[in-house]
């Protein structure tokens, strides 16, 4: 009798602590009290759509960064955040790059093109959506762009057009778009396509996409748009432009690259790429940045008409268009720097956060290691961009938003929980 | 095409945090022991003096064979810092067992046994969901250690003893590959390896009186090695250069020397103590390496930098009648990991014991353990200094265990 009270008391001491977790509550939520997150809108480009491997498809438009700080926000009482994204029937969007194979360590893409969102081929134009949305991210958007009128329609840029109801009259902008939303927080990341533009087409100006914005212009416009997102007193985060020459995009194809494929398929040992610039052709240094569809234009070593191969020799150099040289990238860093000033003055004189988006892509553009992982800015290795070598995966985008949040914690007094980056993907593989 | 371009894209991805489980010592040898929070090595003089005492066996007056066996359930939680998610382990027990048996004349001056016990082994499943998952998925760790074990008496009161220690040493362990297929789930490691090591276990025993003892032990450390063990990569084609499918690896994990003493004396008639200390020598942990046998597979360097580390127990025995004992006890068990190099498979920190059991006499030839034992990991924020995985870690212990003895 004893014996069996035993074993029932062993069995009923198993069973009563198979139960017991041990619990942690080490991070309290709070939205703290100088921000109001009920009506949160991101105002941005192709980095706030969620735009990713040269595309704009749903896939990415679900992890874009703000998003996942909208989420966030929504552990401390933020509102709701819609997102213009495309149907499922319609998921591949714009269309985008994937990864087709990686053949002698060299990627191999492809486009995919199933199950796009066009309803016009000639203009390209998108299935529209013009519900409200708080993601007001514009893939291409510029701040000189942003106040200038036509963009939003079939001649313009097709994510804005996307966004407007039929009817809109031409002049609408996207800034008064953008500044008419009755928000009561804001994320603002404008401006890097007013450098970006101009530096992923080796610094060759060839319309209103590729120009590079002026300082004084940024300036101006900047406080304009600023001034009137805070008139009501409301707060919000704006986000510095990332150093252009820090992503894959110009660092993957350098001149050791090119010369080590060159030699490998050549008798005779080639020890110059040359590269046409402004002032003449030259020889390529290690400063000079060649940009990715370089890799992929199949252009280098392919003879002209008087037999010179492309880009070995001075007579046939690499197109300005494929390379930011060392006099260029100095001017379009000296820009970026220039408009980061003004940003952190703008924020300053606001009472604004800063997300300094730039200092953290330098740090990963060494390499990181968070959450037991390592990201860096290696192409397709290092994770934390995608296959266009400027756009975010969705652990870029976590990162991002991480950047974002600890602003908004710092300078409002929040507790906005941080986002797991063992949560989101880097690159996938075929 | 005249020239083929080429970009020289090595997949180096970051290679797998896989580590071993250490500052796992689980003291589950004798439910006797368990029962008064792990001290009594001097008091018990019974067939686990063979673990604990190794002098003391020869004092045994009679022969015994006894099977022990326990249902560990070691619960940890995890909460990155500034995240407001939680992580658990999965419910999962193991069973750390023993066996203790003794040969020899009765009442004469030697004893000699043999000893099958787990002194250190865990398993800890976090999924392949939860934020720690390039550091550990889980893992399965079990150290069988095999001793003969012979004991003299030098006089009545002062015996040694002594044995040779053989390991075998198996770990299955799973961590995830930062490379994604195309419906975004990371790639995984399983490495599974047996290996073995040797050792040996000697200590004195001296009784001042007929209730005073004290034990003296000095168990070797083992250095078990694994040697072809199976590395099975699951990642896409195209990382299958970097991670070949079926691959092998080898390691070499050390178990520490421990150094312990023990005294008992009696509090009344029917009331026992038994204090035990332990200094375990987990310096030598210095890294944990895998060397895979894929040329590109990166091979792995974990830096450990184990401290030395400690316990300090105690337990009182209370024996209310003839065929019935209760225990009670506790004990502080100071942790060989520091604060910047805490893994997730064993989350360690300094930890509080308390413990109960009782032993029940059937018949003049058969009893009864049980013994229930808790420990608490106390919870502390740590910063891998290695994966930078950050977080706070906590952890509960549950062991009850159940031992059947027969002399003859």
Redesign the interface.
């Known amino acids: 009798m004893k014996r069996r009270n035993l074993y029932i008391g062993v069995a009923l001491a198993i069973l009563s602590i198979t139960a017991c977790k041990p619990t942690l509550d080490e991070f309290t939520p709070s939205a703290g009290t100088k921000a109001d997150f009920s009506k949160y809108i991101a105002i941005g480009n192709s980095l706030s759509a969620g735009f990713a491997d040269g595309g704009l498809y749903l896939e990415g438009q679900k992890v874009a960064f703000p998003l996942l700080i909208a989420e966030q926000l929504q552990k401390v009482g933020g509102g709701e955040f819609k997102s213009p994204f495309f149907s499922e029937e319609q998921s591949n969007g714009s269309g985008y790059i994937r990864l087709k194979a990686l053949v002698n360590g060299q990627p191999v893409t492809e486009q995919v093109a199933d199950k796009l969102a066009y309803r016009s081929a000639t203009p390209k134009l998108l299935t529209k959506y013009t519900d409200p949305i708080n993601n007001l991210g514009v893939p291409g958007m510029r701040m000189d762009m942003a106040f200038a009128p036509g963009i939003g329609t079939a001649a313009g840029n097709m994510y804005f057009e996307r966004l407007l109801p039929d009817g809109t009259p031409p002049t609408m902008n996207y800034f008064t778009y953008s500044t008419s939303q009755n928000h009561t927080f804001f994320t603002f990341s404008l401006g890097n396509n007013d450098v970006l533009g101009y530096a992923t087409n080796g610094a060759v100006n060839e319309g209103p996409t590729t120009s590079l914005t002026s300082t004084a212009l940024f300036n101006t416009l900047l406080n304009n748009y600023v001034t009137t997102l805070t008139a009501k007193g409301q707060k919000g985060v704006l986000a510095t432009i990332p150093d252009v020459t820090s992503v894959p995009y110009f660092t993957t194809v350098t001149r050791q690259v090119l010369l080590a494929a060159v030699n490998a398929a050549s008798t005779t040992k080639v020890t110059d790429i040359y590269i046409a610039t402004k002032t003449g052709p030259r020889a390529a240094t290690d400063q000079d940045f060649f940009v990715l569809p370089f890799s992929s234009a199949g252009l280098l070593g392919v003879p002209n008409a008087n037999k010179i191969p492309y880009g070995l020799h001075p007579l046939n150099p690499v197109e300005d268009k494929y390379v930011l040289d060392t006099k260029e990238a100095i001017e379009v860093v000296a820009r970026v720097n220039d408009f980061n000033k003004t940003i952190k003055s703008v924020a300053a004189s606001k009472g604004l956060a800063v997300a300094d988006v730039n200092a953290f892509l330098t740090s990963v553009k060494n390499g990181i290691r968070i959450d037991g992982l390592a990201v860096s800015a290696k192409y397709i290795t290092g994770n934390g961009f995608s296959l266009d070598g400027i756009h975010l995966t969705p652990i870029g985008n976590a990162l991002m938003a991480n950047v974002f949040i600890e602003a908004i914690n710092k300078t409002y007094g929040a507790q906005v929980p941080r986002l797991n980056i063992s949560d989101f993907r880097g690159v996938k593989l075929p | 095409?005249?020239?083929?371009?080429?970009?020289?894209?090595?997949?180096?991805?970051?290679?797998p945090?896989l580590l071993f489980a250490q500052g796992s010592q689980v003291n589950l040898q004798s439910p006797k022991s368990v029962g008064m929070g792990g001290a009594g090595s001097a008091y018990f003089i019974d067939e686990s003096s063979i673990f604990y005492s190794p002098g003391a066996l020869s004092k045994m007056s009679h022969n015994a064979i006894s099977v022990n066996g326990n249902?560990v359930?070691f619960?940890?939680?995890?909460?990155?810092?500034?995240?407001?998610?939680?992580d658990?382990t999965r419910?999962q027990i193991t069973p750390p067992f023993s066996v203790f048996a003794t040969v020899g004349p009765k009442n004469t001056w030697w004893k000699a046994g043999i000893g099958i016990y787990t002194p250190y082994g865990g398993a800890v499943d976090w999924g392949t969901?939860?934020?720690?998952?390039?550091?550990l998925v889980s893992l399965s760790l079990r150290a069988i250690y095999i001793q003969p074990t012979v004991s003299f008496k030098l006089t009545d009161n002062f015996s040694i003893g002594g044995g040779f220690v053989y390991n075998v040493g198996s770990v299955d362990l799973q961590s995830?590959i930062?490379?994604?297929?195309?419906d975004?789930?990371?790639g995984l490691a399983e490495l599974k390896g047996t290996g073995t090591g040797t050792g040996y276990n000697v200590g004195v025993h001296y009784n001042l009186n007929e209730e005073f003892a004290i034990s003296m032990s000095y168990r070797s450390k083992v250095i078990t090695k694994l040697k072809d063990g199976d590395a099975k990569f699951t990642?896409?084609?195209?990382?299958q250069?970097t991670f070949p499918p079926d691959s092998k690896f080898s390691a070499e994990l050390p178990l520490p020397s421990t150094f312990a003493v023990g005294v008992t004396f009696p509090i009344s008639e029917k009331v026992k103590m038994a204090v035990d200390g332990t200094v375990i020598n987990y310096d030598i942990y210095k890294e944990l390496n895998f060397d895979y046998s894929g040329a590109n597979t990166p091979d792995t360097h974990s830096p450990k930098n184990y401290t030395k580390a400690g316990s300090i127990k105690a337990g009182i025995e209370y024996l209310p009648s003839e065929k019935l004992q209760l225990r009670i006890g506790g004990g502080y068990i100071a942790t060989p990991v520091s604060k910047d190099y805490v893994y997730p498979e064993t989350p360690d920190n300094n930890r509080i014991l308390v413990a109960g059991g009782?032993t029940?006499k059937?018949s003049p030839k058969f009893d009864?353990t049980?013994s229930?034992a808790y420990q608490r990991v106390l919870?502390r924020?740590a910063n891998?200094v290695d994966?930078?995985?950050?977080?706070?870690y906590?952890?509960?212990i549950?062991a009850?265990g159940?031992g059947l003895t027969y002399k003859f």
């Open positions: 095409m005249m020239y083929m371009k080429k970009l020289l894209i090595t997949l180096l991805c970051a290679s945090s249902g359930m619960k940890s939680a995890f909460q990155a810092t500034g995240s407001s998610v939680v658990h419910n969901e939860w934020t720690g998952k390039y550091s995830a930062p490379v994604y297929f195309q975004g789930t990371s990642v896409p084609e195209a990382a250069g009782f029940y059937m009864l049980g229930f919870p924020e891998n994966s930078h995985l950050s977080g706070t906590t952890t509960n549950y009850p159940i």
